[in-house]
Every structure is written in C-alpha cells, then in structure tokens.
C-alpha cells in the first residue's frame, strides 16, 4: 500500500540553522505530495504542496521539490526562527476518483531556540 | 483563511457518557473526514464522506459513528465514552477535484476519566 516515511525527531536548531526534514514515499501510482503544519494547540495548516514530478513547492521561506527517481519530498528552509517551531507532517495523495485519502507520515517535531 | 469549525475545543467526561464532538464548514466543501490524533502525533483517518448521506469507515477502526446529513456538518458521535477513547480528533474537509487539499479545524482534545 501507499505509505510516506519521515524522518525522526524531536528536531531541535538553533535559530537561523539550516533545516532539512527528510521524507520518502512508497505509492502505485503518482501522487501528489504534500507538507502540513501543525503550531500547539491547533489543527494542520497545509505548508506547501506539489503535484508532479520535479514541481517545487514553496512558502514562507520553506521549500520541497517533487523527485520522482529518489520518490522524496524533502522539506528545507535555509534560516530557521522561533515561530517555526512546530510538527511537521509530509503527506501524498493518489487522484483516484473515490478513493481520494491523504496518507500521512508520523510527523516530526521541530524546536527553534534563540 | 479556512473556515472549519470544532467544538468543544477541550471536553473532559466521565466513562459510559454520549458525546457528539462538532464540525462544521462554511466553504461549501463536498469531502469531510475524521482523523484521530495519538499523543506520538501520529494521524489515523476513522470517518469520511463525500457528500450528503454518504459516510465510510477509515483507516482506523474506531467505535465512533458519524453522520452527514447536510453538506456544512459532520459530527461524530461516541455513544458510550471509555478512556481508551482519549485523544485529539481532528476535523477536515476538501472540495471535490485535483488536489483534494484539506483544511484542517482546530480540534477537539477528549478526556475520558
């Protein structure tokens, strides 16, 4: 089955680190990949997102690119703050009608300290 | 700005109680789903729909039931709560088409004592 692996925190960097978190996934077909936030205390805001191959997606100064040889995802951001502190989670989805369900990774936690 | 709503936020209970955990979307949105959240964060898809009177079981097995009786709400329905059942249920919803993005509600954190 379709399944997303992601690296293992807690993640802790100091601020302005570079941040790498790295995710790979195993799918049938080709799916569309995605990162979600999650702050304490609420629900997942999606991050970024990206639906073919070689597509990067980008905001807030984060950014993933879609690498369908190594089927990874991998989340960077090259001056981490305070405020990005928080669970990561990549995700994909297959656009297969009627059976449309985002497969999550376990989430992984980010903590920034000054 | 997603518009998707829970409440209560935080409901602490005691063991045998019904409880209705509430969701409700004002983007007309044709997909819901029902995600419960363990303390190691992980997510476990238990209920979804994809319209009015269609609702299906999730990933997860759960003794939870839902509803979908009009497009903007799908609550969730525990007919006897035990502390087993103690964890983050996270709402979403999506519309119909390419990306299926979801947006995702605050939560609800259960506690059954």
């Known amino acids: 089955g379709d399944s997303v692996t992601q690296m293992e925190g807690p993640v802790t960097l100091s601020e302005e680190a570079f941040l790498t978190i790295n995710c790979t996934y195993t799918?049938?077909?080709?799916?569309?990949l995605f990162w979600y936030v999650q702050y304490p205390g609420e629900g997942l805001q999606l991050l970024l997102k990206a639906t073919k191959a070689d597509d990067k997606g980008s905001n807030k100064g984060f950014e993933a690119t879609y690498r369908k040889e190594t089927t990874s995802f991998h989340l960077e951001k090259g001056s981490v703050q305070v405020s990005d502190s928080a669970v990561y989670f990549c995700?994909?989805?297959?656009?297969?009608?009627?059976?449309?369900?985002?497969?999550f990774g376990t989430g992984t936690r980010l903590t920034i300290i000054p | 700005e997603a518009d998707i709503y829970q409440t209560p936020r935080y409901l602490v209970i005691g063991t045998g109680k019904k409880i209705t955990l509430e969701c409700s979307q004002t983007m007309g949105h044709d997909k819901m789903y029902w995600y419960q959240q363990d303390p190691g964060m992980e997510l476990h898809l238990i209920h979804y729909?994809?319209?009015?009177?269609?609702?299906e079981k999730g990933d997860l097995s759960s003794e939870s039931t839902v509803s979908r009786i009009r497009t903007e709400h799908f609550p969730l329905t525990l007919e006897s709560a035990r502390p087993s059942h103690t964890s983050q249920y996270l709402c979403?919803?999506?519309?119909?088409?390419?990306?299926?993005?979801?947006?995702f509600g605050p939560g609800t954190r259960l506690t059954v004592l």
């Open positions: 979403a919803s999506a519309r119909s088409g390419v990306y299926n993005e979801q947006f």
């Open positions: 995700a994909l989805i297959l656009l297969n009608f009627g059976n449309e369900k985002l497969t």
């Open positions: 799918a049938t077909g080709y799916p569309s």
């Open positions: 729909s994809y319209g009015v009177n269609s609702t």
